[in-house]
């Protein structure tokens, strides 16, 4: 139908559709998801072992072992070596959401006082130790590097 002016009217653009996928081999997903979907994947795998700590969970007059799970908001394993009167020594290991390590030196341990030594590895409180200072253990610096690498990959160039 021409406008006023003679002019004839533009015509409708036809929507163009992708070519239909059927079948089982056929995916809607772009490379740029699977490439997000592939990091998700790996990175809930490497995560896994983090939020799962173990440690030995016991209290005793001696070294005892007893390892267990720790719940999920613990990050440290805690070892207490406590001296007590007309008991001895009290060795207390647990999992603990925070933990500050206090030293005494060999001998000069009072009554009711003591030692707390932390670690973050799995099992880490098996032994006792006089100085055991906490640290970070090198697999969760590599992981935490590779996560913020691999999340500014994916930022700085999304067509991967």
Do not use: W
């Not at 994947?41 to 173990?54: H, Y």
């Not at 390590?101 to 799995?122: A, F, H, K, N, R």
């Not at 130790?129 to 969760?140: L, M, Q, V």
Request: glycine fraction near 6%; charge should be positive.
């Amino acid at each position: 139908m021409p406008l006023a002016g003679g002019l004839p009217t533009p015509a409708q653009p036809v929507p163009i559709r992708p070519p239909q996928c059927r079948g089982p081999h056929c995916s809607p997903m772009t490379p740029e998801m699977r490439t997000v979907l592939l990091l998700l994947a790996i990175l809930a795998m490497a995560t896994e072992p983090a939020l799962a700590l173990r440690c030995h969970v016991c209290t005793n007059s001696s070294n005892c072992k007893q390892p267990q799970v720790c719940p999920a908001g613990s990050r440290f394993c805690k070892t207490t070596n406590t001296v007590e009167p007309l008991r001895g020594n009290l060795v207390k290991k647990d999992c603990a959401e925070s933990c500050t390590p206090s030293y005494t030196l060999q001998g000069q341990v009072s009554s009711g006082t003591g030692s707390i030594q932390c670690c973050q590895e799995d099992l880490c409180n098996e032994k006792l130790h006089n100085a055991a200072p906490t640290r970070t253990t090198f697999a969760h610096s590599a992981l935490s590097l590779g996560l913020a690498l691999g999340l500014l990959a994916l930022i700085l160039a999304p067509s991967l």
